[in-house]
């Protein structure tokens, strides 16, 4: 089992930075993936980034790439989101998820089998 506590969440204001964190633990061994998604109100879950956590290789959804940036501490094993530039469109409850087999799905909410609780960011124009 996988537990997954994100954190940062908060009110920022368009052009801001916020940086989301999502502390992993149990068998975070068995992690190939992490990920977070998101779901704005009245909208599906969308994927916005992901990151191998043994290669370090990252994947972002076209909306956010260029100005967010996914990275993972092993060692403490954390995930981060860092977003920079951020937009009304960015609100949402982001959430991190965990895979614990190889996929090469990355974007789809099936390839992970944990998740967090998720954490609301709230952008103001």
């Known amino acids: 089992q996988v537990q997954l506590v994100e954190s940062g969440g908060g009110l920022v204001q368009a052009g801001d930075s916020l940086r989301l964190s999502c502390a992993a633990s149990?068998?975070?061994?068995?992690?190939?993936?992490m990920a977070w998604f998101r779901q704005a109100p009245g909208k599906e879950r969308e994927f916005v980034a992901a990151?191998?956590?043994?290669?370090?290789?990252?994947y972002y959804a076209d909306s956010v790439k260029s100005r967010f940036t996914i990275s993972r501490d092993n060692a403490k094993n954390t995930v981060y989101l860092q977003m920079n530039s951020m937009k009304s469109e960015d609100t949402a409850v982001y959430y991190c998820?965990?895979?614990?087999?190889?996929?090469?799905?990355?974007?789809?909410?099936?390839?992970?089998?944990?998740w967090g609780q998720g954490t609301q960011v709230t952008v103001s124009s």
């Open positions: 990151i191998s956590w043994r290669s370090s290789i990252t």
């Open positions: 998820a965990a895979g614990t087999w190889s996929s090469t799905a990355v974007q789809a909410m099936g390839s992970y089998d944990y």
């Open positions: 149990g068998r975070t061994f068995s992690i190939y993936h």
